[in-house]
């Protein structure tokens, strides 16, 4: 019986099981031309859920990624500072395929498991399971190295904070549409993507281009 349950319940995340039908996805270099003055982009910044369920171009998907934590100079830094440079925010990329992880050095989508998370993600707000693309925001606060987990959980949060709101300024900047989400069904998400107890989810951002009425 209970092997049965567990072939059962093995069937049940089979479709978001098997990363290795992904490929890499290879991004493109950013455009840091782009985008209105920052005074405009604050001025501009709102949160939305309405948005088109159109793919996002490479380009649109690409300076994205880099605005809210890409690598922005040679030492390895980031567009968003963290705690003591520990880097420990990691972004997932929710794509209705499938899942990737942001390897901001090397420009790349890396492959973590495939099948949509967005249902996950949504925790009751449909809008969500539309979203071209969501960023999820993973925080491990181990990296702090820190014996206060209460300290460090802060810390993480706050750096979570800061690249949602990377990304918040981005899409008011060039017209994309975003919003800080914090729900999300967080026990769920951290068994399909495998994370440790001290990697915390912070926030999601679905992005999309606006809802064409
Ligand atoms: C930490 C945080 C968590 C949030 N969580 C959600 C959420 O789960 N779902 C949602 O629709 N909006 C969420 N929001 C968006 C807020 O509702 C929104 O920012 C607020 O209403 C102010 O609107 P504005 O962003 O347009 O200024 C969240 C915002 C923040 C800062």
């Known amino acids: 019986?209970?092997?049965?349950?567990?072939?059962?319940?093995?069937?049940?995340?089979?479709?978001?099981?098997?990363?290795?039908?992904?490929?890499?996805?290879?991004?493109?270099?950013p455009d840091k031309t782009r985008g209105s003055a920052v005074m405009k982009a604050l001025s501009e910044r709102a949160s939305s859920r309405a948005m088109s369920e159109r793919e996002l171009s490479l380009q649109d998907l690409s300076d994205l990624l880099w605005a809210a934590y890409g690598v922005n100079r040679?030492?390895?830094?980031?567009?968003?500072?963290?705690?003591?440079?520990?880097?420990?925010?990691?972004?997932?990329?929710?794509?209705?395929?499938?899942?990737?992880?942001?390897?901001?050095?090397?420009?790349?989508?890396?492959?973590v498991i495939s099948g949509d998370l967005r249902p996950v993600l949504a925790a009751g707000q449909d809008f969500v399971k539309h979203a071209p693309v969501v960023l999820l925001i993973v925080s491990d606060y181990s990296r702090f190295k820190m014996n206060d987990v209460e300290r460090s959980r802060l810390w993480g949060a706050m750096d979570g904070g800061i690249v949602s709101q990377n990304i918040n300024i981005f899409c008011a900047a060039v017209g994309l549409v975003t919003v800080p989400r914090a729900y999300m069904d967080q026990p769920k998400l951290k068994e399909i993507l495998g994370l440790s107890d001290t990697q915390m989810p912070v926030l999601n951002n679905p992005v999309g281009y606006p809802a064409t009425r």
Request: a positive charge; glycine letters at 2%.
């Open 74 to 111: 040679p030492d390895g830094r980031r567009t968003a500072p963290t705690a003591k440079n520990d880097q420990d925010i990691d972004l997932y990329v929710c794509l209705p395929a499938g899942t990737y992880l942001y390897d901001a050095r090397n420009s790349l989508l890396k492959p």
């Open 1 to 29: 019986m209970k092997h049965l349950l567990l072939v059962f319940a093995a069937l049940l995340i089979a479709p978001l099981a098997q990363a290795q039908e992904l490929k890499e996805i290879k991004l493109n270099a």
